[in-house]
T-cell receptor, first 111, second 113 residues
Framework: GNSVTQMEGPVTLSEEAFLTINCTYT??????LFWYVQYPGEGLQLLLK?????DKGSNKGFEATYRKETTSFHLEKGSVQVSDSAVYFC??????????FGDGTTLTVKP | KAGVTQTPRYLIKTRGQQVTLSCSPI?????VSWYQQTPGQGLQFLFE???????NKGNFPGRFSGRQFSNSRSEMNVSTLELGDSALYLC????????????FGPGTRLTVL
């Protein structure tokens, strides 16, 4: 079956530090890949997505590139802020409709 | 455009009872998916409905069921509640099924005593 493996957390960074959260996947076919973010007490929000190989998704300074050869979709941000503190989920979905999520990575950014 | 709404937001039940959760998708969205989120198991897929039909089902016992109405609103039912059913239940809607982006509601926090 399909699976998503995320870098284990929690991750603690100082403000303005560089962020990388690793995500790798296994899937049949050609999935779409997503990063979602969950702030305390809220549901998940789409952060960015990519639908085919070599696509780069970007939003709010975050980026991730769909790498088919390494089956990866790592999330990066050049300079994190305190307001980026949240739980980040990597996910994939296929035309069959069933979405698969990683376990989530908790990010804490300290001033 | 209003987002995905879920009711109730919080619920406390006792073991053996049953519960029904409701989800109203974004207007025009035809696909609704349900997830269970717990600290130990993460986010687990329950089922997906599209045009009133269940398209996919996760690995949950038959105590978990759902349905979708003609206006795309969806309900999820859990019968004979167990302590382990305590979780945040998230509903997500999308325009179409498959690889479309999902938009999540705030969730229903269920506590089973």
């Amino acid at each position: 079956g399909n699976s998503v493996t995320q870098m284990e957390g929690p991750v603690t960074l100082s403000e303005e530090a560089f962020l990388t959260i690793n995500c790798t996947y296994t899937a049949t076919g050609y999935p779409s890949l997503f990063w979602y973010v969950q702030y305390p007490g809220e549901g998940l929000q789409l952060l960015l997505k990519a639908t085919k190989a070599d696509d780069k998704g970007s939003n709010k300074g975050f980026e991730a590139t769909y790498r088919k050869e390494t089956t990866s979709f790592h999330l990066e941000k050049g300079s994190v802020q305190v307001s980026d503190s949240a739980v980040y989920f990597c996910a994939l979905s296929t035309n069959a409709g069933k979405s698969t999520f990683g376990d989530g990575t908790t990010l804490t950014v300290k001033p | 455009k209003a987002g995905v709404t879920q009711t109730p937001r919080y619920l406390i039940k006792t073991r053996g009872q049953q519960v029904t959760l409701s989800c109203s998708p974004i207007s025009g969205h035809r696909s609704v998916s349900w997830y269970q989120q717990t600290p130990g198991q993460g986010l687990q897929f329950l089922f997906e409905y599209f045009s009133e039909t269940q398209r996919n089902k996760g690995n949950f016992p038959g105590r978990f069921s759902g349905r979708q109405f003609s206006n795309s609103r969806s309900e999820m039912n859990v019968s004979t509640l167990e302590l382990g059913d305590s979780a945040l239940y998230l509903c997500a809607s999308s325009l179409e099924a498959g690889t479309d982006t999902q938009y999540f509601g705030p969730g229903t926090r269920l506590t089973v005593l």
